[in-house]
């Protein structure tokens, strides 16, 4: 029985986005106490190991956004020490959280993405003289989450503060062109698209203050569009976990042009679960109160588990 077993709901860490995964854990933790599970909330820090191990913990919940907390570090330590968890495992969690490398991974499988390139701090001159796609462009770290340290850039005055803005995040960034048009996220749950939500704020761009500031974005479930494109979305997007081989609760980010073409702009494998998050969102519209969206979660991760002792 599941409600035998110690819960270690994983939370915090240390990456740009911990506030969130503290909103995030103690909500998904409050979950699991209400259905009666055992469960105990840890502050993943560089101890986690031996917090682990002190804890006796049989499963772990993840509910860490960013940094090692997301890119496959964790997964990873947990596979070492024989604890199953939520979620993706090791390579997809740490080909997701890469854009650049998911982005390729997408264009040999024909997903549409924006056009883009890559650059590091030595090559960034000769790549800015190479893009062949025009302006508004994206600038965004390579591997960030939560739209941290992403910048559009309307005209070339813009551009230095942008890449100074992307590379103090790290030594890569992606620069890709802006798509005109819709937002919408796509939740997907265990190999199935649930749904969408179409995101409108009222800043220049769903950014981290908009994601996470009360007030500032509408959203729209299910998105205001034409069913036909709605139907393509959810496609490309359950096309877009599935070839990085994503497990668990994803969240699939798209811009949908104004001819309804849809374009991947990365696969999330830890979204967000406060109670303004997306996901939660998408689930509630198709049945799944926030109790019932953890405990799935929890149970995939189980029967992942006992797949592999087969």
Same mark, same amino acid.
């Given at each position: 029985?599941?409600?035998?077993?110690?819960?270690?709901?994983?939370?915090?860490?240390?990456?740009? +986005?911990?506030?969130?995964?503290?909103?995030?854990?103690?909500?998904?933790?409050?979950?699991?106490?209400?259905?009666?599970?055992?469960?105990?909330?840890? %502050?993943?820090?560089?101890?986690?190991?031996?917090?682990?191990?002190?804890?006796?913990?049989?499963?772990?919940?993840?509910?860490?956004?960013?940094?090692?907390? +997301? %890119?496959?570090?964790?997964?990873?330590?947990?596979?070492?020490?024989?604890?199953?968890?939520?979620?993706?495992?090791?390579? &997809?969690?740490?080909?997701?959280?890469?854009?650049? =490398?998911?982005?390729?991974?997408?264009? *040999?499988?024909?997903?549409?993405?924006?056009?883009?390139?890559?650059?590091?701090?030595?090559?960034?001159?000769?790549?800015?003289?190479?893009?062949?796609?025009?302006?508004?462009?994206?600038?965004?770290?390579?591997?960030?989450? &939560?739209?941290?340290?992403?910048?559009?850039?309307?005209?070339?005055?813009?551009?230095?503060?942008?890449?100074?803005?992307? !590379?103090? *995040?790290?030594?890569?960034?992606?620069?890709?062109? *802006?798509?005109?048009?819709?937002?919408?996220?796509?939740?997907?749950?265990?190999?199935?698209?649930?749904?969408?939500?179409?995101?409108?704020?009222?800043?220049?761009? *769903?950014?981290?203050?908009?994601?996470?500031? =009360?007030?500032?974005?509408?959203?729209?479930?299910?998105?205001?569009?034409?069913?036909?494109?709605?139907?393509?979305?959810?496609?490309?997007?359950?096309?877009?976990?599935?070839?990085?081989?994503?497990?668990?609760?994803?969240?699939?980010?798209?811009?949908?042009?104004?001819?309804?073409?849809?374009?991947?702009?990365?696969?999330?494998?830890?979204?967000?679960?406060?109670?303004?998050?997306?996901?939660?969102?998408? =689930?509630?519209?198709?049945? !799944?109160?926030?109790?019932?969206?953890?405990?799935?979660?929890?149970?995939?991760?189980? +029967?992942?588990?006992?797949?592999?002792?087969?």
């Amino acid at each position: 029985m599941l409600t035998d077993k110690k819960i270690g709901v994983l939370m915090g860490g240390v990456s740009s +986005e911990r506030e969130v995964s503290l909103i995030s854990g103690s909500a998904v933790l409050n979950a699991l106490k209400k259905l009666g599970y055992n469960a105990v909330a840890i %502050d993943a820090a560089s101890n986690i190991c031996e917090v682990l191990k002190n804890e006796k913990v049989d499963i772990a919940f993840l509910v860490l956004h960013g940094g090692w907390g +997301e %890119d496959g570090s964790i997964q990873g330590l947990l596979e070492v020490m024989g604890i199953p968890y939520t979620g993706s495992d090791v390579i &997809s969690s740490a080909i997701a959280m890469n854009k650049a =490398a998911s982005k390729k991974i997408f264009l *040999y499988h024909r997903i549409p993405v924006p056009p883009f390139v890559v650059s590091n701090q030595k090559a960034i001159s000769h790549q800015l003289s190479a893009i062949s796609f025009e302006m508004p462009w994206v600038v965004k770290p390579v591997c960030e989450g &939560s739209s941290v340290g992403v910048s559009i850039v309307k005209d070339k005055n813009q551009l230095e503060s942008a890449l100074k803005t992307g !590379f103090s *995040y790290g030594n890569e960034i992606i620069i890709e062109k *802006y798509i005109e048009g819709r937002e919408v996220h796509i939740g997907i749950l265990n190999d199935r698209a649930l749904g969408g939500v179409e995101v409108k704020t009222s800043l220049e761009f *769903y950014s981290y203050e908009a994601k996470y500031t =009360a007030g500032l974005t509408e959203y729209i479930l299910p998105p205001q569009i034409d069913e036909a494109v709605y139907m393509k979305a959810k496609d490309v997007a359950l096309s877009a976990n599935r070839v990085l081989g994503c497990s668990g609760a994803t969240r699939v980010d798209l811009r949908i042009d104004n001819d309804g073409n849809p374009y991947v702009l990365e696969v999330n494998t830890i979204p967000g679960m406060t109670e303004i998050s997306l996901l939660p969102k998408i =689930a509630k519209e198709t049945g !799944f109160d926030f109790q019932a969206l953890v405990e799935e979660i929890l149970k995939d991760a189980i +029967e992942r588990e006992q797949r592999r002792h087969r």
